[in-house]
């Protein structure tokens, strides 16, 4: 697949403003600082598509991207950010809930943690929520730049045994900075698509 088109269409606080036209959707999300908007400008070629964000963990919006005029890349608020106190973090997770709740659309969630880290609680957290609200999964391990081949290698297994991936849910790796892995991950999500 090849991104030719890409269009910001609408940033939602809630259901009310999501799209209404039943286009499939193709979810992002992660830490905060995990490299989300590097990999969305990336993947559409585009350098300012995604904003790089102002007030981290402060964004409480679901933003819809318009792909090719046929399907959405949604971007949704990262987690984590060390500042926020715990009640802003149980409404990020009723936020992030509300749109993963019934979204029958919503065709593959893509998972983003560093390459070069342990997952964290959170992305356990956010993994385990993935699979219990039934969706596919794809985790993407991000900065790939800034390992070798072989601390790379080990760090994938590491990353599958600690968030102990199912068999169905694929591992892929990314780099934005050098593209490494852009072209596994527009085919698994051309997958996700043609998914029934
Ligand atoms: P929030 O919007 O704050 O949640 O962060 P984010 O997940 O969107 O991360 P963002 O894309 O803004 O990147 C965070 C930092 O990591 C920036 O300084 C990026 O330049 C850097 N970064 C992102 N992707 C890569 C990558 O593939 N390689 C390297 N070396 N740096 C990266
Ligand atoms: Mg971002």
């Not at 994938?156 to 490494?180: P, V």
Request: proline content about 3%; glycine content about 4%; some cysteine.
């Amino acid at each position: 697949m090849e991104i030719k088109q890409s269009e910001f269409i609408t940033s939602a606080v809630k259901p009310d403003q999501y799209p209404t036209d039943n286009r499939l959707e193709i979810a992002f999300v992660g830490r905060s600082n995990v490299g989300k908007s590097s990999l969305i400008n990336s993947l559409t070629n585009r350098r300012k598509l995604v904003k790089v964000s102002r007030t981290p963990g402060k964004t409480r919006l679901v933003n819809f991207f318009l792909i090719n005029n046929d399907f959405y890349f949604v971007d949704l608020p990262g987690y984590g950010y060390a500042k926020v106190s715990r009640v802003e973090k149980e409404s990020w997770g009723a936020f992030i809930e509300t749109y993963l709740v019934n979204r029958s659309q919503l065709k593959r969630i893509i998972l983003l943690v560093d390459c070069r880290h342990k997952p964290t609680d959170d992305d356990k957290l956010m993994y385990n929520f993935i699979k219990h609200y039934g969706y596919d999964c794809t985790v993407v391990a991000t900065k790939t730049d800034k390992l070798t081949k072989n601390e790379l290698r080990k760090n994938i297994a590491m990353l599958k045994k600690e968030l102990d991936l199912s068999g169905e849910d694929e591992l892929l790796t990314y780099s934005s900075l050098n593209k490494q892995g852009k072209e596994e991950l527009l085919e698994n999500i051309e997958s996700a698509l043609k998914s029934v």
